[in-house]
Every structure is written in structure tokens, then in C-alpha cells.
């Protein structure tokens, strides 16, 4: 279970941090740190303005403490939302009522009869002993800062026995209605913040919903899991949803595999937890309330997960980068960065615009190569349509001209008003022909004339408009191939880009494969190498069998010899005993005492040896059942090389250690033996006194006695030597099975080696497949970069095709224009009438030019004011060398708001002149309309040409002011770096009189000491002068010789001290003046700032005057669109009079003509 996070919420120590943990700006001198007493962060002054009486605080509780603004804004949505809803614990609010209005329980909010219903069934329900009773005080104080508030300042005057009691009581009633055995993880917390919301009644049958119809099934398996996230395994449900997840944020925002791999250990260890539980005690209150409102307003659980997922993504870099899931810790970590940085607000503001999690479906890998194919065959189908587009344009082109109806002139500057004109005068001559031949009176003629007349102005109206609709045609299809190359060009840039990263995987797959063989290398070498330990172990198991052998038939031999021994030894003694029995009668009975004594101490040795053997035998079988047991544990490691080579030395140990204690046994065989010959020489001893028992009748009884015990003894002896006999071979047999047990040992270790090796064989054989694998998808990318390449050449002749019909098009317009030409020559006699219209349009374009100018001039005055502006700028900042560093941060912030502005406005002046640009574009084209028509129009063009001139050098001088501005600018960045380094030798200087202050306070110090040495020395001679005085009368001259010296000391002293006092004075008036300095330097900064303050006042002014000129030129702008409105009105006017001067003149033209005909044929 997670520790709560007010536990692990620690005070941060001044001086540790060295950026604001909100707005990340340096801590400085005049940018002081401070520490939020909410949540216990460190921020700056300008992140932390207001203050707060703070819930939980134990200094000075009942008094306001600095918060920083999320607190503060945290803290006001808790306290709106208590005083609009009126919240208290345990009580009905309209919270409560929109949900159960939301959740279909009740119709209205006013329904009080259903309300009364939902209590009394309540009242009714059954409850289940599950829970007795909770802890409030103790769940108060585990809270997070967030909700620890709203509990303490929305219970009201409810005690927390009483809260207990109403919690206590829902709970035990939601447990029989759901039969839970236990209760689920946290939703006591949730039922507890509810209870804050709504009644107790009313509170049941809101979390009776909420748990049947909204959370899901992995959310509910989790809450029902264990509490820790080691004890937890995934369900089924759950590793779904995390792939879910995963897949809507690749999708949406291409998250890289190791960013998906720590999101999904994030939503493993922490994510399960805040979506079952709503945030409760993760994030902060605001979190928990608008998750479960949204939820029960929307009746859909998605938006609890939408939360989760906009969390996710907010926080994607630190997920990614400082989020490591190894310990508690670390996620208390995690969880304190959450909630200390998560509001609801903030995250609904940043992405509104995007899609929900339920509307955007997620997309698997192979989706993505399917819709990649698809958009390679749009491009390939689009670069065709195109060609097909232009090929039926073709098609229609020669079907209109079969038909009788021209192509459409291309489109160009308005020309395609004058082409119905000029195309009209082919076709009525042939019909007005043939009609008027026909005719005989003159009458008759006049009237086919005026018929003809009116047919022709209803052929003339039919083939106008014919003529709109396929010029309206060709635009749209010029429009339509503007377009298809804008595409054509955009799937270019994006198959290059797509070549660039097949390109880019090519190379990380090829430097894969290289990893990958390396990595081959590596395992067949340390294959090698565990072969060579394979038979190092083999040959090492060889050289145990034998040793052991060798160890055996050691022992086998000492044994034998140790029984052949005692027999030998025996023999002799019993001769010398023989032939000495005479001589040692007399001592045998004390040394029978004595032997009595060595007997009884041999047996308690034997006994301890015996015991001391047996524990070695029993320390011998744990050890080497501690050995058997870490050989297990090593075989099922499979670290056979390792382990095989500690078994053999701790073999080699135990066969020593048996090789000592069989020695040691030997020795004490030996020694055994010796007391039994002894023995045996001291029963012939007996037997020789037997022999004299004659002559010594006294003794008998006790050499009976005597013999019966060396009876016994050698009874005891024979039972110990058995013992020993069955003891060692004991020992024989547990070494026999010692060396089965290896040997069975070695055979397991060799049946594993065997595995091991065919599982290494299995995987060398998987990454050849793997390899070979690896190796075709490398020709299959290969495969598609050059059917890319094709595609590319095929667009590429595609391309060129297309410039060449655009060259076949640029012909037909050239020659169409030289009939224009042609045709404008005939219109001569119309002349008089254009040429007023042409002096109005010169007035029109004077008006314009003296607009143009007027605009030029407003940006030169702009240009003028800015850089006034930065050179008062520029010297004001020379004097300002001691300025505050927050005041300069601020003059900066402002300067680059006004860079921006300067900026935005070279934008609209560059855009004014790309509309002046393309005004006198449109002038020249009309220009070029009315030279086709008369000659007189040539002025206008030279004219124009002039004011391009006069454009282009304005556009020149707008690039020097912008080469200027430059150029201020860094001269702005050397002035900076001049007062940077001004700033440094100020800081040196006080670096420098702060140690002269110091230095002189030493000395100052060290003078007060040596003058109280001085004072010592001198009230020390003088008692030294008045004992000798009092003493010595004799002495006087002496003693005024002393006081002669003592004088002359004085004086030497007095100097010192004076100079050294002249010194003391020297230096405290430097430091006068310097404090005097320090005063004058804080007088100018003040003064400084107030200049600072009144300058920004001057820029505040200047920008409002920059965005009235600005507001100037957008009415001038529009002023001028107007104007240019009405000149295309008028053109088109003259334009459409135009036409019907040359309909008019081709009808009066044929009229004449025909009239002519007619005359001759009367002639």
C-alpha cells in the first residue's frame, strides 16, 4: 500500500533549489526564493504574491502563510463550490440532485415525493457487519494537502464520531448489497468525499449506480486485487486496456518505444489506482469532483480515462525521463510531481481541441502500413488523373472547335472580356449574306435588315455568354491543375520524406544485423570457453576418483597394520615380564594403584575423544549437506563452470580434513596400543607373583582382586576397540557414498551440460533464422525503394509533359494576343472617348501614387519614431549601469515585446507593399489592355515602369531600415555586454572594499589586543617597581635607571599607539566614505528605477501612438481597397461600353456592307 502523500510531502530547505518550480526563473538577489506552506514547494515572490490560513500547519495555525498561486486558485474553487452549493457532511445539495437527475432517479430536481422514495428504501436495505468502525482523525491527517482542507473546512460542527458512524453505517450497507468479503481497495476515501456532496441516503444509491453501470471491470478487478503492486498480477482486462491506451497515444501523438514502455509500467503501478478510485488522494480535489461529475452529466466512464490519457500526456517528458519504477520512493515521487503540477483546468484549456478517446480508434502497426501502400497508390492514381484531366480539356478544346465554338482564351489579367467581341465578327457575315441576296424591294430589305439586326444581337448575347461560361470553365480548370501540382509537389516532399526514412531504418536494421552478429560472436566464444571448463571438470572428477581410491586403500592399510602391531609388542613383553617378575613384587602394588588411576583417566579421554569424533562427524555431514544443497542451487542456475570448480575444492578440503583425522585416529591406535602392552607386562607381573604366592601367603586376595580388574579392563579395551573397528568403517562406508553422490552429481552436471548445449544449438539455429529473416525484409525494402524510384521517374516525365502543354498554352496565348493586336487597330476611330477615360484613370492612378506615397512616408515617420526610440533607448541604458537585475529582466521582456511589435509591423508594411505590389501589377495590366486599343497608352507604361522604379527603391530603403535596425540591434547586444561587464568590475569593487573593511577590522582588532598586552606589561612593572621599592631602598639608582628605561618604553609605546591610532582614524574615514558612496550609489538607483518607470511610461505611450498608426493604415488600407474596388468597377465598365461600341460598329459595319451590295446589284 502507498504511503499517503502528506507523509512523504517534506519541507525543501532554503538554497537547495535554484529555479522557481512553477516558472523555472533563477532565484537572485532581487528574485528571492520562498516555500509554499501548502504544498511545501519552492517558488519565487512573483509565483507566491498572496496568503492563505493553511489547514495543517502547526506554526502559528490561525494566521495567514504565503501560498503559491495553484494553491490559491485551488482554494478558491473549493471555497465557490461550498458557498454556491451550500456543502456540508452528511447533508442534500444541488450537486446531488443534478446527479440523481443525470443517473434517471429521480425526474426533476424538485421531485421531493421520489426523493422521500430513495430515503425510505434505504432505511429498508440491510446491512453486514464488515466494518466497525474508522479512524476519521487518523484518515484526516493521512490525506493529501488538497483534500485534508476541504474535509476540515466543509464538516462543519460534526464531530468525527459522528462522521464515523454515518460512514460506517453506508458502508456496511453497500457491503451486503454487493456481498463483499472485503472491502474494496479506497472506496472508503470515495464513499467519504461523496458524504461531503450529498445525504447518506441519497449517497447509497449514487455509489449503487456508479459501481454496477460505470466503472469497468478492470477497474473493479484492481480494486478488489492486493494492495501492494509487487503482490498484483495483470488481468486479461487490464493488460487490454493498457495496450489500448498505448495504441490511441501512438496513434495521436507517435510515442517511441521506450516512452511506451515507461507509460505502461506508470499505468501498472500508479494508472489502475487513480482510475478506480477517481484521483482520490493522488491528484487534487478539483481532479476527484470533475471526473466523477463529468462521468455522471455524460453517463460515460471515458471521461475519467480522457483525464488520465490528457495527464498522460501533459506529463509525457517526465514519464519518460525521470521515472524510474524500481522502489516506493520513486513513486512517491511520481505522485507528489502530480499533484503539485496537474490542474483540470489547465489541461481541458491546453487540449480542448482535440478528439476524445472513444472517438479516435486506435490503429495497429499493420493498419499503418495498409494506409501507407493506399496513400503510395493515391499518388500513383492522382499523378494519372491529372494527366487524364488535361488530356479531356484537350478533347474538349477540339470538340468546340469542330463545333464552331472557339477555344477559351487563357486567362490573363481580364482579357477575356474582349475576345466574345473579336470572335463575334466571323460568323454573322455568312448568315447576313445569303439572307440579304434573297430580298427585292427596298422596304423588304430594310426589314430583313432589322431582323437580321436583332437576330444578331440575340447571336451576338448567346455567343457572349457561351463565351463566359467557357472562360469561367478554363478558370476553373486552371485552378483545378494549380492545385493538382500543389498536391503533385506536396507528395513529392512527402515520398522524399517517406525515401529518407525507409532510408534511416535501412541503416539502424543494417547496424542491428551488425549488433546482432557481434552478439553471435560473443555466445560462440563463451560457448568455447564452456567447453574447455566442461573438460577441465571432467578430467578434475577422474583425479577425485583415483584419489579417493588411493585414500581408501590408505586407510585400509594403516588399519591392518595397526592390528598386527599390538600382537608383536605383546609377545616380547610377556618375555621380559618372565624373566623380571622376581624383582618388581615389591612395587607391584603401587603401581596397581597407579594403573587404576591412568585406567580411569584413559576412559574419560577416550570417552571425550569419542565425543569430540562424533561431533566432527556430525559437523563433516552438515557441511556437506550445505554443500549438496548450494550444488542444487548452482545446477539450477546453470552456472555448471562455477560451481563445478568450487565442488572440487571443497572436496579436495573434506578429503583432507578426513586424510588429518584418520592420521590423528592412527596416533591414537598407537597410543592405545602402547597401554595394552604395558597392561600385558604388568599382568605377567601378577603371574609371577602368583607363582610366589607361596612364599607370600598374605598377598593372594589382593592380586585376585587385582587380576579380576585387569580383567575387566581389558574387557572395556577389547569393547573400545571394536567401537573404533565400527567407527571407522563407518567413516569408509560415508566416503564411499560421498564419492557416489559425486560421481552421481557429475553425471546430472553432464546431462545438464548436454541440455544446455543443444538449448545453445536450438538458439544459434533461431538466429540464423532470424538473420536470414532480418536479410529478406532488407531486399524487400530494397524492392520498394526502387519501386519508389520508378514511381518518382514516372511523376518526374509526368512533370515534364505537363511543362510542356503549359509551353503549348503560353504559344496559343501569344497568338491570340497578336490577334488582339490586329483586331485593336481596327478601333482607332474610338479613340476620343477612350482617351477621357484613360485621363480619368491617370487621376485615379496620381490619387493612388499620392496614397502610396503618403504611406511611405507614414513608414518612414514609423521607422524615424523606432529608431529614436531605440537610440534614447541605447543612451539611457549607458547611464544605467548599477540598475537592478529584475528591473533589466523586466526592460528586456519589454524590449522583446516591442521587437515583436516592430516586427509585426515590417510585416504589414512589408504586406502594404506587397499590395502596392501587386496594385501596380494590376495597373500595369490594364496598361497593357489599353495599348492593345491606341498608342497613347505607351506613356502609361513608361510611367509605370518609372513607379516600379520608385517602388523597388523604396522596397531598397525598407531593406536598409531593416539592415539598420540590425544594426542597432547589435549595437544593443554590445551595450549589453558592456554593462555585463561593468556589472563585473562593480561586484569586483565591492568584492575589494569588503575585504579592505575586513582586513582593517583585523587589524583593528589585532591593535586592541597588542595595546592590552601593552596595559598588562605596564600595570604588571609597575607592582614589580613598588615590591622593589618597598624591599630594595638601597638600590635607588638602580631603580631610576629602571624607571629611566620604563620612561623611554612609554614613550616608544605612546608613539606606537598614536600611529597606530592615526591608522585606526584613516581607516574608519575610508569607511565613511565608502558607506557615504554605498549611499549615493542606492540614491541612484532609486533615481534610476524612477527614470526606468517613467521610460516604460514613455514606451507604454509610444506603443499606444504605434497602434493608433497602425489603425491609420488598416482605414488607409481599406480606404484604398475601395478605391481600387470602384477603379475595377469602372474598367469593367468601359470594358462592357467597350464591347458594345465594337457590337454596334461590326452591326453598322455589315449594314453598310450589305447596303453596298445591295447598290451594286441595283446598279
Same mark, same amino acid.
Given at each position: ?275 478506480? %478510485? ?115 480539356? %484537350? ?351 557429475? %553425471? ?416
Amino acid at each position: 500500500m502507498y504511503q499517503p502523500v502528506s507523509q512523504q510531502l517534506v519541507k525543501a530547505a532554503r538554497g537547495v533549489a535554484k529555479k522557481c518550480s512553477i516558472c523555472n526563473k533563477k532565484f537572485e538577489l532581487f528574485l528571492r526564493e520562498h516555500i509554499c506552506k501548502r504544498c511545501l514547494r519552492p517558488v519565487c515572490s512573483e509565483c507566491s504574491p498572496k496568503k492563505l490560513i493553511i489547514v495543517g500547519y502547526d506554526q502559528a495555525p490561525n494566521q495567514k502563510h504565503r501560498v503559491c498561486s495553484p494553491c490559491k486558485a485551488e482554494s478558491k474553487f473549493q471555497k465557490k463550490l461550498r458557498k454556491e452549493n451550500n456543502l456540508q457532511y452528511g447533508s442534500v445539495s444541488q450537486i446531488s440532485l443534478r446527479w440523481l437527475q443525470s443517473l434517471n432517479l429521480i425526474t426533476t430536481t424538485e421531485s421531493h415525493s421520489e426523493i422521500q422514495d430513495l430515503e425510505e428504501t434505504y432505511k429498508k436495505s440491510q446491512s453486514k457487519g464488515l466494518i466497525s468502525n474508522i479512524d476519521i482523525t487518523q484518515m484526516k491527517q493521512q490525506l493529501s494537502y488538497s483534500f485534508k482542507q476541504f474535509a476540515f473546512q466543509t464538516q462543519g460542527k460534526l464531530t468525527d464520531a459522528e462522521v464515523s458512524k454515518i460512514l460506517v453505517s453506508l458502508l456496511n450497507k453497500l457491503a451486503f448489497r454487493f456481498q463483499w468479503k472485503t472491502l474494496p481497495n479506497k472506496f472508503h476515501l470515495i464513499a467519504y468525499f461523496v458524504l461531503f456532496l450529498t445525504s447518506e441516503a441519497l449517497a447509497y444509491h449514487i455509489l449503487i449506480e456508479i459501481y454496477t453501470n460505470y466503472i469497468p471491470s478492470y477497474a473493479i478487478e484492481y480494486m478488489s486485487e492486493a494492495p501492494s503492486p509487487s503482490e498484483r498480477s495483470l488481468s486479461q482486462n487490464q493488460q487490454t486496456k493498457i495496450q489500448k491506451i498505448l495504441n490511441y497515444l501512438i496513434s495521436q501523438y507517435q510515442i517511441d518505444d521506450f516512452s511506451q514502455k515507461q507509460i505502461s509500467r506508470f499505468i501498472q503501478f500508479i494508472g489502475f489506482d487513480m482510475l478506480s %478510485a477517481f484521483y482520490v488522494d493522488i491528484l487534487s480535489f478539483e481532479c476527484f469532483f470533475t471526473s466523477i461529475d463529468d462521468m455522471i452529466t455524460k453517463n460515460t466512464y471515458m471521461e475519467v480515462e480522457r483525464i488520465f490519457i490528457m495527464l498522460i500526456r501533459y506529463h509525457q517528458t517526465y514519464l519518460r525521463d525521470d521515472c524510474i519504477f524500481t522502489d516506493n520512493q520513486q513513486h512517491q515521487r511520481i505522485l507528489i510531481h502530480l499533484i503539485r503540477n496537474t490542474s483540470i483546468s489547465d489541461l481541458k484549456e491546453k487540449y480542448k481541441g482535440e478528439k476524445t478517446f472513444e472517438g479516435n480508434r486506435t490503429e495497429t502497426a499493420e493498419s499503418k502500413m495498409f494506409k501507407q501502400s493506399n496513400s503510395m497508390v493515391m499518388n500513383s492514381t492522382t499523378t494519372g488523373d491529372f494527366t487524364q484531366i488535361t488530356t479531356s480539356q %484537350a478533347n474538349n478544346e477540339e470538340r468546340a472547335t469542330l463545333n464552331g465554338n472557339y477555344p477559351p482564351a487563357p486567362v490573363e489579367n481580364g482579357q477575356n472580356a474582349q475576345v466574345p467581341a473579336m470572335k463575334a465578327e466571323r460568323q454573322p457575315s455568312t448568315v447576313n449574306g445569303g439572307d440579304v441576296t434573297e430580298s427585292d424591294d427596298d422596304e423588304g430589305e430594310t426589314q430583313q435588315i432589322e431582323v437580321q439586326q436583332y437576330k444578331s444581337s440575340v447571336y451576338y448575347n448567346q455567343v457572349e455568354k457561351d463565351l463566359q461560361s467557357q472562360n469561367a470553365q478554363h478558370d476553373l480548370d486552371i485552378d483545378v491543375a494549380e492545385e493538382l501540382n500543389e498536391e503533385f509537389k506536396k507528395r513529392e516532399e512527402l515520398l522524399k520524406s517517406e525515401i529518407a526514412t525507409y532510408q534511416r531504418q535501412l541503416i539502424k536494421q543494417e547496424n542491428q544485423i551488425k549488433e546482432y552478429k557481434q552478439q553471435i560472436l560473443v555466445q560462440q566464444n563463451e560457448l568455447q570457453i564452456t567447453r574447455t571448463e566442461l573438460q577441465t571438470l571432467q578430467i578434475e572428477v577422474q583425479t577425485i576418483r583415483t584419489q579417493s581410491l588411493v585414500s581408501s586403500q590408505f586407510a585400509s592399510s594403516q588399519i591392518q597394520g595397526s592390528q598386527e602391531t599390538p600382537t608383536a609388542n605383546t609377545n616380547a613383553n610377556i618375555n621380559q615380564v618372565q624373566s623380571e617378575q622376581q624383582q618388581q613384587v615389591e612395587h607391584l602394588l603401587y603401581m596397581l594403584t597407579q594403573k587404576n588411576i591412568e585406567c580411569e583417566n584413559l576412559i574419560k579421554s577416550q570417552s571425550q575423544q569419542e565425543s569430540n569424533f562424533n561431533l566432527q562427524i556430525e559437523e563433516l555431514r552438515t557441511q556437506l549437506h550445505q554443500k549438496s544443497i548450494e550444488f542444487e542451487n548452482y545446477v539450477a542456475n546453470q552456472q555448471s563452470t562455477i560451481s563445478g570448480s568450487q565442488n572440487n575444492e571443497e572436496i579436495e578440503q573434506i578429503r583432507v580434513q578426513l586424510q588429518s583425522q584418520l592420521q590423528q585416529k592412527t596416533v591414537e591406535c598407537q597410543n592405545l596400543s602402547n597401554t595394552l602392552a604395558l597392561t600385558q607386562e604388568k599382568v605377567l607381573m601378577m603371574e609371577k607373583n602368583q607363582k610366589s604366592s607361596v612364599q607370600h601367603p598374605h598377598n593372594n586376595a589382593c592380586i585376585e582382586q587385582l587380576w579380576k580388574e585387569l580383567q575387566s579392563l581389558q574387557q572395556k579395551i577389547e569393547e573400545q576397540r571394536q567401537e573404533k573397528v565400527s567407527l571407522e568403517q563407518q567413516l569408509l562406508q560415508e566416503k564411499e557414498q560421498l564419492i557416489v553422490n559425486h560421481l552421481r552429481e557429475t %553425471a546430472i552436471l553432464k546431462q545438464e551440460v548436454s541440455e544446455f548445449q543443444q538449448k545453445i544449438f536450438q538458439q544459434e539455429e533461431m538466429k540464423s533464422t532470424v538473420s536470414s529473416e532480418y536479410v529478406q525484409k532488407i531486399i524487400a525494402l530494397e524492392k520498394t525503394i526502387q519501386e519508389k524510384e520508378v514511381l518518382i521517374q514516372s511523376q518526374v516525365s509526368q512533370i515534364q509533359v505537363m511543362q510542356t502543354e503549359v509551353q503549348t498554352l503560353k504559344q496559343t496565348e501569344q497568338s491570340l494576343k497578336k490577334e488582339l493586336v490586329q483586331k485593336s487597330e481596327q478601333s482607332s476611330s474610338y479613340s476620343a472617348t477612350i482617351e477621357t477615360q484613360i485621363k480619368e484613370l491617370q487621376s485615379n492612378l496620381e490619387s493612388m501614387r499620392q496614397t502610396n506615397s503618403s504611406l511611405v512616408q507614414e513608414h518612414k515617420t514609423l521607422m524615424d519614431l523606432t529608431v529614436k526610440n531605440n537610440n534614447i533607448i541605447f543612451e539611457e541604458f549607458k547611464i544605467q549601469i548599477q540598475e537592478n537585475e529584475q528591473t533589466i529582466i523586466n526592460l528586456r521582456t519589454q524590449l522583446e515585446e516591442s521587437r515583436l511589435r516592430e516586427v509585426s509591423l515590417n510585416q504589414q508594411v512589408i504586406q502594404m507593399t506587397e499590395k502596392i505590389v501587386q496594385l501596380n501589377e494590376q495597373i500595369a495590366q490594364l496598361g497593357e489592355q489599353i495599348q492593345s486599343v491606341t498608342q497613347s497608352n505607351q506613356e502609361l507604361q513608361t510611367v509605370i515602369t518609372e513607379k516600379s522604379k520608385t517602388i523597388e527603391q523604396l522596397e531598397q530603403q525598407v531593406l536598409e531600415d531593416k539592415e539598420k535596425m540590425e544594426n542597432y540591434e547589435r549595437i544593443y547586444q554590445h551595450k549589453e555586454q558592456q554593462i555585463v561587464e561593468l556589472r563585473n568590475q562593480l561586484l569586483l569593487q565591492e568584492q575589494t572594499s569588503q575585504q579592505l573593511i575586513e582586513e582593517g577590522k583585523t587589524e583593528i582588532i589585532h591593535l586592541k589586543e597588542q595595546i592590552r598586552i601593552l596595559e598588562i606589561t605596564l600595570v604588571e612593572v609597575r607592582q614589580v617597581v613598588e615590591q622593589k621599592t618597598l624591599i630594595i631602598v638601597s638600590h635607588e639608582q638602580t631603580i631610576k635607571q629602571l624607571n629611566d628605561n620604563i620612561q623611554h618604553l612609554t614613550e616608544s609605546y605612546q608613539t606606537q599607539l598614536q600611529e597606530q591610532q592615526n591608522q585606526y582614524n584613516q581607516l574608519h574615514q575610508s569607511y565613511n566614505l565608502l558607506q557615504q558612496e554605498k549611499m549615493v550609489i542606492e540614491q541612484k538607483i532609486i533615481e534610476i528605477t524612477k527614470e526606468v518607470e517613467t521610460k516604460i511610461l514613455i514606451i507604454h505611450e509610444k506603443e499606444q501612438i504605434i497602434i493608433q498608426l497602425q489603425e491609420k493604415l488598416t482605414n488607409r488600407c481599406e480606404e484604398h481597397e475601395k478605391i481600387i474596388e470602384k477603379l475595377k468597377s469602372k474598367v469593367n465598365r468601359l470594358q462592357n461600353e467597350l464591347n458594345k461600341y465594337l457590337s454596334v460598329f461590326n452591326s453598322v459595319k455589315t449594314t453598310v456592307t450589305n447596303v453596298e451590295e445591295d447598290n451594286i446589284d441595283d446598279d
